[in-house]
């Protein structure tokens, strides 16, 4: 009698096939949920920031009109994320009343300079916005934490910011200043990211394995600026920035209602991302 042989798949394999490609049918569902997710989570971000960056433009269109002097300082850790906070506020800001500082080391003649001369000229005129990434609070963290200055030039800069601060504000310039603030593991993560992203070339600092080499005296340092250069016509305001997107969002609307005018109608900030400085006991990154 003739036997016909199977030629095809058992019904084990088949099974086994059939589960398998049931468990990838589960898989993909799954990723596309998940992709869904963080796509609300975006397309939320996106919306919100959108919402800003028109509120911004209004508001500068009100500082414009009142010839108002309008000073943001950024000042944090390497990578808590100044440059992308700075982007997103400038992205629609007018070109013309709208100038981003970041100042290089500085040369042998300003040096010899008075400390805080090489900052003046680019102060804000009426009706400008000026966003200084890195100020003269260079002398209290940098310089101080790697020698670049005497500590007797530290000790005068600490007793001389808030009266050259309210200088400034007495001559009708609105000073608003915020210390970003980063964890150590956030901090690593970020360096590492830079040094292996082609895009952030410009981004990599022969001063970034430093930042977490000497961590513990630069929170000393942080800690010692707050205390002493926090006074009331120029506050500190501390950010909380290990979550980005929610950092970024949360200054534009602490810059927003700082300034004022159509900036008044923004949200309140999160109070457990954005906090004074007088009031951050316990909550810096250690």
Same mark, same amino acid.
């Given at each position: 009698?003739?036997?016909?042989?199977?030629? +095809?798949?058992?019904?084990?394999? =088949?099974?086994?096939?059939?589960? #398998?490609?049931?468990? *990838?049918?589960?898989? =993909?569902?799954?990723?596309?949920?998940?992709?869904?997710?963080?796509?609300?989570?975006?397309?939320?971000?996106?919306?919100?920031?959108?919402?800003?960056?028109?509120?911004?433009?209004?508001?500068?269109?009100?500082?414009?009109?009142?010839?108002?002097?309008?000073?943001?300082?950024?000042?944090?850790?390497?990578? $808590?994320?100044?440059? +992308?906070?700075?982007?997103?506020?400038?992205?629609?800001?007018?070109?013309?009343?709208?100038?981003?500082?970041?100042?290089?080391?500085?040369?042998?003649?300003?040096?010899?300079?008075?400390?805080?001369?090489?900052?003046?000229?680019?102060?804000? #005129?009426?009706?400008?916005?000026?966003?200084?990434?890195?100020?003269?609070?260079?002398?209290?963290?940098?310089?101080?934490?790697?020698?670049? *200055?005497?500590?007797?030039?530290?000790?005068?800069?600490?007793?001389?910011?808030?009266?050259?601060?309210?200088?400034? $504000?007495?001559?009708?310039?609105?000073?608003?200043?915020?210390?970003?603030?980063?964890?150590?593991?956030?901090?690593?993560?970020?360096?590492? =990211?830079?040094?292996?992203?082609?895009?952030?070339?410009?981004?990599?600092?022969?001063?970034?394995?430093?930042?977490?080499?000497?961590?513990?005296?630069?929170?000393?340092?942080?800690?010692?600026?707050?205390?002493?250069?926090?006074?009331?016509?120029?506050?500190?305001?501390?950010?909380?920035?290990?979550?980005?997107?929610?950092?970024?969002?949360?200054?534009?609307?602490?810059?927003?209602?700082?300034?004022? +005018?159509?900036? $008044?109608?923004?949200?309140?900030?999160?109070?457990?991302?954005?906090?004074?400085?007088?009031?951050?006991?316990?909550?810096?990154?250690?």
């Amino acid at each position: 009698m003739h036997v016909r042989r199977r030629t +095809g798949p058992g019904p084990h394999v =088949a099974t086994v096939a059939m589960i #398998a490609q049931h468990d *990838c049918n589960i898989a =993909a569902v799954g990723r596309q949920a998940h992709a869904v997710r963080m796509g609300k989570k975006t397309d939320a971000y996106e919306a919100e920031l959108e919402r800003l960056q028109i509120l911004l433009v209004e508001t500068q269109a009100w500082t414009i009109e009142t010839g108002a002097k309008t000073l943001i300082v950024f000042e944090g850790r390497d990578s $808590a994320g100044k440059d +992308g906070a700075i982007k997103r506020i400038t992205e629609h800001m007018a070109l013309r009343q709208t100038r981003v500082v970041a100042l290089p080391k500085p040369t042998e003649r300003e040096t010899g300079q008075w400390y805080f001369q090489r900052y003046v000229p680019h102060l804000p #005129a009426e009706g400008e916005t000026v966003l200084f990434n890195r100020s003269w609070y260079n002398r209290a963290g940098v310089e101080r934490v790697m020698g670049f *200055c005497e500590p007797g030039q530290y000790a005068q800069f600490l007793k001389d910011a808030p009266h050259f601060e309210r200088m400034l $504000a007495d001559g009708g310039i609105n000073i608003i200043k915020l210390w970003l603030d980063i964890t150590r593991a956030e901090q690593a993560e970020r360096l590492a =990211a830079r040094v292996a992203d082609p895009l952030k070339r410009f981004k990599v600092s022969s001063l970034d394995a430093e930042a977490q080499e000497r961590w513990d005296a630069y929170s000393t340092a942080r800690d010692r600026m707050l205390d002493q250069t926090d006074h009331r016509t120029a506050p500190w305001t501390v950010v909380a920035t290990d979550h980005k997107k929610t950092a970024r969002l949360n200054i534009i609307r602490h810059i927003l209602r700082t300034i004022g +005018g159509p900036g $008044a109608a923004a949200d309140k900030p999160d109070p457990d991302v954005v906090f004074p400085a007088a009031k951050s006991g316990g909550r810096l990154a250690a």
